[in-house]
Structures are given as structure tokens and as C-alpha cells.
């Protein structure tokens, strides 16, 4: 009997397979920018709390527009269990098909790297709009909506970056600037609202 489920199962193992691998693959995007807006840095005013095992510090309220250029989820490193995601974002120039066309974008170790060809714009122009950013899901639905996008959608996040700490002595600190490259540049964003389109 199991011998006639045994073609079902693999056509079914095919299909979800197929599947994931589409709904992983970047969403092609016309040319054009398609995030104009720099993103909106204020102060913070929110006292620290406690999230899990961590106390957050919130630095400023953040509000962001942008290109997602990559994606990279993350199990196991000494993050994993506060940002279990990086986005790898783009806006202005990084948000436009056409630039984003002589530019390779990678992602690992929580850091991304942007490779020009010879025809890409300048590269100092480049990584003043783009971003890598550590996103700490403000609540269940919010881990949902991060962990369903892709590159090349454009999102909206709104939330805080912070500081976090926990009582083992892990720190981790966020960038409050867009200037910065090399380790410690990140935002450690605290995502309280996603859209995502």
C-alpha cells in the first residue's frame, strides 16, 4: 500500500520544494528610485525595557523606507536569540534598478559587502544609502512579516534602534549614523511596524 504513496509524496516534496524556491528568489523591479526618502532619525524617549532574556536601551526612534537588496536569517550566533534577521537595504541611488544593476550585495557574518563593476557609481555614494541592519521583531507578527520578505520588495520599519544587553554580559550596540562602514555600523533596529510591498 505505501508503494502507491511513494510517487504521491515525491511529487508533493517536488511541488513545496518548487515552491519555496520561488518564494525566496528576489522580485525583479523596473527601473527607477524607488525609496527617494532618507530615512528619519529622532530622539527616543521611551525608558529601557525588558524583551526575553534582554534589556533594550532604546538610542532614537527610526522610521525607514527602503529596498530590501538582501536577506540573511540567523540561528545560531550570538545574536540569534534577540535579531534573528539582517536586511541588507538600499534607498535614493541603492533603490533604482539601473545602480543597482553594477552592484553584487552579500551577506554574512552580520556584515554585508556591496562589489561595483566598472561602470557603478562611486562607492562612497553608494554606502551612504544602503544599510545593514540587525531587526529585532517587536512581536510574533512582526518576526512573520520580516521572515516573508524578500529582495526586492520595498518595506516600510518603524521602530527604535537600540542598545541590548543581558545578564551573561552580552552587549551589542547600535550605529545612530548613515556615515559609518566596518564593524559597528549596523542599526540594531527594534521593529515595532512593517509594510511591505
Known sequence: MLR????LLAIGACFFGIVG??????????PGVLAPEEPIQ???????FDHGDYRVAPRARYDITARVLSVEPYRVDGG???????????WGPMSDSTVLDHFRVTQGSRFFTI????????LPTALRSAANMHLIPGSAQVREQLESTRAGNIVRLQGMLVNVSRADGFTWETSLSRNDTGAGACELFFVEQVEVR
Open 4 to 7: 502507491h504513496w511513494k510517487p
Open 21 to 30: 524556491m520561488l518564494s525566496g528568489r528576489p522580485i525583479e523591479r523596473s
Open 42 to 48: 529622532m530622539a527616543a524617549e521611551t525608558a529601557p
Open 80 to 90: 540569534a536569540g534577540i535579531a534573528p534577521i539582517d536586511f541588507a537595504v538600499g
Open 115 to 122: 562589489y561595483p563593476d566598472e561602470e557603478a557609481i562611486d
